[in-house]
Each structure stands twice: as C-alpha cells, then as structure tokens.
T-cell receptor, first 118, second 114 residues
Framework: GAVVSQHPSWVICKSGTSVKIECRSLDFQATTMFWYRQFPKQSLMLMATSNEGSKATYEQGVEKDKFLINHASLTLSTLTVTSAHPEDSSFYIC??????????????FGPGTRLLVL | AQSVTQLDSHVSVSEGTPVLLRCNYSSSYSPSLFWYVQHPNKGLQLLLKYTSAATLVKGINGFEAEFKKSETSFHLTKPSAHMSDAAEYFCVVSDPASYGKLTFGQGTILTVHP
C-alpha cells in the first residue's frame, strides 16, 4: 500500500522555540494533505488542510500564525509549531489521500510525531 | 455537518470470542465510512471502507462491517478475536463536500484476554 512518512517521530523542545514536522508521501503525489492532532486518550482532531501551491485551510479554533503549514511540493508538507508552549504538547499526525484512478480515494496516515514542550 | 459516535470507549473480550465495536454516524450526504486501527506507537491503518457499493464490507484481518442506513450505523465485527487485535479502533466518516476531510469518532480501545 501507499506509504506516508513523518519526521521526526518524536521531539522534545523548550518553551518558546519552534519545531518543524515533515510529512512525505513516499510513493505517490498528494496535492492535498491533512494535519491532525491527538491528545492523550482522545480522538484525532483535524487542524488544517495543506494545499500544494496555495495557502492552507485551517479549522475553526486553530491559530494559523502558530501552526504554519507549507506544502512545498507534491510529496512534502511541513507543519511548524511556532513559539511552542507546554499546551502544544501532543501527537501530530498527517495524512494524504491517494486515488485509485476513480472517484474514490483512501487516506494514508503517517506514523505520527510526538511533541513534548518543556 | 457530519459526526460519528462510537458507543463504547472500551471493549474487552476473550481470545476466540466475537468482537463488536459499535459506530453511529450522522451526515447530510451519502457518506463514505471507514474503520481505522491504531496500534501503540504505530500509524493508523485502514481496516475497511464503505463507499456506496455493497453494504457488507469485508476488510483485513477478518474484520467486516455492515452499513445500515435505516439505523445510521456502521458496526465493526470479527467472529473470533486474536490477541494481536488489541488496539484502538476509530470509526471515521468522510465529507464528500470537502474533498478528503475526515471526521473521527472518539475511538474504542479493544482489549483481548487470553
């Protein structure tokens, strides 16, 4: 099946610093990618839709200036958590849809990045 | 608007017994529905999906789910649980009006006892 990777898999940073997380579709191109966050013992919440060549679309309540998204190519989207604070500690997951040639598509998820802000 | 409700936050079964994970959905459109599994420290894996074809959908690892429009349900079942099935399961609905956007249920943690 299709593969989506994330880097790093985990990161610890000091409060006030910025952290960049990469999401790559390894064997297919994705004009759209999605970023989710998952708090402990909670479900995934969609943060934003990353669009190749244009601005990301953020869900209500997500600060676009804090969570910068760049979809630089058809296989790479990055999420930068700026001026991170302890409340930003979470599990961040990306996904990319892959079509099989028809109208249906399947989302493939990355393994996630665990962020701990001290 | 669309939503997904997983009726059980935890399900515990013995190895070899049937598994039932319940999911109800709400959608203004004809939805696409999915079940994903998340093992500890691993990424989400697609178990199966319903996209308006057969209402009984067979997935990987012996799982299947039945789409019941009248009950707005998409319950996940497996005839005989295996220890390796222990994980967290998410019922997910796709919004056809917003390409690719998924709404996740709260998740059900499945525990399998020997």
């Amino acid at each position: 099946g299709a593969v989506v990777s994330q880097h790093p898999s985990w990161v610890i940073c000091k409060s006030g610093t910025s952290v960049k997380i990469e999401c790559r579709s390894l064997d297919f191109q994705a004009t759209t990618m999605f970023w989710y966050r998952q708090f402990p013992k909670q479900s995934l919440m969609l943060m934003a839709t990353s669009n190749e060549g244009s601005k990301a679309t953020y869900e209500q309540g997500v600060e676009k200036d804090k969570f910068l998204i760049n979809h630089a190519s058809l296989t790479l989207s990055t999420l930068t958590v700026t001026s991170a604070h302890p409340e930003d500690s979470s599990f961040y997951i990306c996904s990319a849809p892959k079509t099989s040639g028809g109208p249906e598509e399947t989302q493939y998820f990355g393994p996630g990045t665990r962020l701990l802000v001290l | 608007a669309q939503s997904v409700t997983q009726l059980d936050s935890h399900v515990s079964v013995s190895e070899g017994t049937p598994v039932l994970l319940r999911c109800n959905y709400s959608s203004s459109y004809s939805p696409s529905l999915f079940w994903y599994v998340q093992h500890p420290n691993k990424g989400l894996q697609l178990l199966l999906k319903y996209t308006s074809a057969a209402t009984l959908v067979k997935g990987i690892n012996g799982f299947e789910a039945e789409f019941k429009k009248s009950e707005t349900s998409f319950h996940l079942t497996k005839p005989s649980a295996h220890m390796s099935d222990a994980a967290e399961y998410f019922c997910v609905v796709s919004d056809p009006a917003s390409y690719g956007k998924l709404t996740f249920g709260q998740g059900t943690i499945l525990t399998v006892h020997p």
